[in-house]
T-cell receptor, first 113, second 111 residues
């Protein structure tokens, strides 16, 4: 089954404790992206990757890191999480950019205390 | 730069009534436009998209949207609401690799 998977689905952590949210897709897509969803703000793009080893900032990259060492994986790293990073995070992938449909993962609900 | 404005954060309709969700965008280059739906505790699912060509786009579940360049709008409609349409709807604009979403509109359907 074609899908985007994220782990963990739920995470409660404390300020300053480094964490990684994994994202994997099995569709051989070139493009992957991370978003955060907050009430009243919709989804905002954090980082995206056009291909292996090629990443760029979205609209809200501060406090996040990403890497794309393999085509299928695109982990999101919070080196020193803060409470304002409490949010619902989605990973997505598409064949390329432009008009291609993005397929979304199920989401990761992160709470930073 | 690009941005999306969805008019109305909540819309309530009666079952069988017209659903109209408004979306306006700004973009410095011709954009690709999308509508996504999010059911409770789920990810986003594509309803429909506009790329080029025909300005009236038909999607899944009976939804359609019309691209009006002069009004920079991409409003979503469904002639007859069903209880299963209760969800949050997001309009999005994409240029090359960046995708920008509106704040979302929550639709409730009254029996």
């Amino acid at each position: 089954e074609a899908q985007v998977t994220q782990n963990p689905r739920y995470l409660i952590t404390v300020t300053g404790k480094k964490l990684t949210v994994t994202c994997s897709q099995n569709m051989n897509h070139e493009y992957m992206s991370w978003y955060r969803q907050d009430p009243g703000l919709g989804l905002r793009q954090i980082y995206y990757s056009m291909n292996v080893e090629v990443t760029d900032k979205g609209d809200v990259p501060e406090g996040y890191k990403v890497s794309r060492k393999e085509k299928r994986n695109f982990p999101l790293i919070l080196e020193s999480p803060s409470p304002n990073q409490t949010s619902l995070y989605f990973c997505a992938s598409s064949q390329f950019g432009g008009a291609d449909e993005q397929f979304f993962g199920p989401g990761t609900r992160l709470t930073v205390l | 730069a690009q941005s999306v404005t969805q008019l109305g954060s909540h819309v309530s309709v009666s079952e069988g009534a017209l659903v109209l969700l408004r979306c306006n965008y700004s973009s410095s280059v011709p954009p690709y436009l999308f509508w996504y739906v999010q059911y409770p505790n789920q990810g986003l699912q594509l309803l429909l998209k506009y790329t080029t060509g025909a300005t009236l786009v038909k999607g899944i579940n009976g939804f359609e949207a019309e691209f009006k360049k002069s009004e920079t709008s991409f409003h979503l409609t469904k002639p007859s609401a069903h209880m299963s349409d209760a969800a949050e709807y997001f309009c999005a604009v994409r240029t090359d690799y960046k995708l920008s979403f509106g704040a979302g509109t929550t639709v409730t359907v009254r029996a």
